[in-house]
């Protein structure tokens, strides 16, 4: 339990802040797409504490000002970032609203000697020579900005972006991760079962593809409880029975980890699986407090 809520921290802490998904700004060749609503997140319970909490870290108020004088991105105004990729490592586009400011990206960049500049009709895009991975990125207007490998994707991601380009047709999952979750501050959805065999993907992506077709996952803070809901879409109702199984196994060595001091009914408000076929529906719910109460302990190491 104490690392299912480290994680859930991690995840939070860097989730402050965006808007309800959009499919039309997806690629429609996309195969997997991660949001984060950072602007829900920051009028949620948790992270108003988080917020509350930054501000008694010495010098953090100094480095998130540092980080939007030099780079250009207000950390604290970031509404949304939304990646999506076809599966293949390393290869994604990123799109970020809010808290960009282009002027000051766009200095940055010129001072660097590893970042060169090209355009991509009216829009600069600073392609970054340097590690393992070369990266490129766009600064728009309106406080956006827009990430991939190269300047080709960066340019599908402006034309999306901007609506210029075909979005996302959907897919049964997102749209039922969508419709369960009122204004999920995570969310992650993999098609599965439209990813090329020839991609070179981990191996414990490739072990999910021989027993799923799709999933997806929301995290949803709501009276006073931390919803997590996964939908699993499994090959065969015998594959679907054995993700289950599986599934309960895992929640229950959770359960005999958690030390005999703690109370579990006051950690762990509800969990539920349901299935329906060689569809599974997956619900935790976690007390706000009992979050809370981990992050105040992570606060201390850092005050």
């Not at 609503?37 to 953090?60: L, T």
């Not at 000051?104 to 090209?118: E, P």
């Not at 402006?158 to 009122?182: M, N, P």
């Amino acid at each position: 339990m104490k690392t299912t809520i480290s994680i859930l921290s991690l995840i939070l802490t860097f989730s402050l802040g965006a808007k309800t998904l959009d499919p039309n700004k997806v690629s429609s060749t996309s195969n997997w797409i991660m949001h984060l609503d950072f602007d829900s997140m920051r009028e949620s319970e948790i992270g108003i504490f988080v917020e509350e909490s930054y501000n008694k870290i010495p010098h953090v108020q100094e480095k998130l000002d540092w980080v939007k004088n030099n780079y250009g991105i207000d950390l604290q105004k970031v509404s949304s970032f939304t990646m999506f990729g076809s599966g293949e490592k390393h290869k994604a586009i990123g799109i970020m609203e809010g808290g960009v400011n282009s002027e000051n990206v766009g200095k940055f960049a010129d001072s660097q000697d590893f970042i060169s500049k090209n355009k991509i009709g009216k829009y600069e895009v600073f392609s970054v020579n340097k590690g393992k991975h070369p990266m490129a990125y766009a600064p728009l207007k309106k406080g956006k900005l827009i990430v991939g490998p190269n300047a080709d994707y960066v340019s599908e991601g402006i034309a999306l972006a901007r609506g210029k380009a075909k979005g996302y047709g959907g897919h049964s999952i997102l749209s039922k991760i969508l419709k369960t979750s009122l204004s999920p501050g995570f969310m992650v959805f993999a098609d599965l079962n439209g990813i090329s065999e020839n991609i070179d993907m981990d191996q414990r992506a490739k072990r999910m593809t021989e027993v799923m077709d799709a999933f997806g996952m929301s995290i949803n803070e709501h009276l006073g409880g931390l919803t997590i809901t996964g939908i699993i879409e499994a090959k065969s109702e015998e594959s679907s029975k054995q993700i289950e199984n599986m599934i309960r196994g895992g929640y229950a060595m959770m359960k005999m980890s958690i030390p005999q001091d703690q109370n579990i009914d006051s950690m762990i408000r509800g969990f539920s699986i349901n299935r329906t076929d060689s569809t599974l529906i997956i619900d935790l719910e976690i007390s706000v407090d009992a979050v809370i109460d981990r992050l105040k302990k992570e606060a201390q190491k850092s005050i």
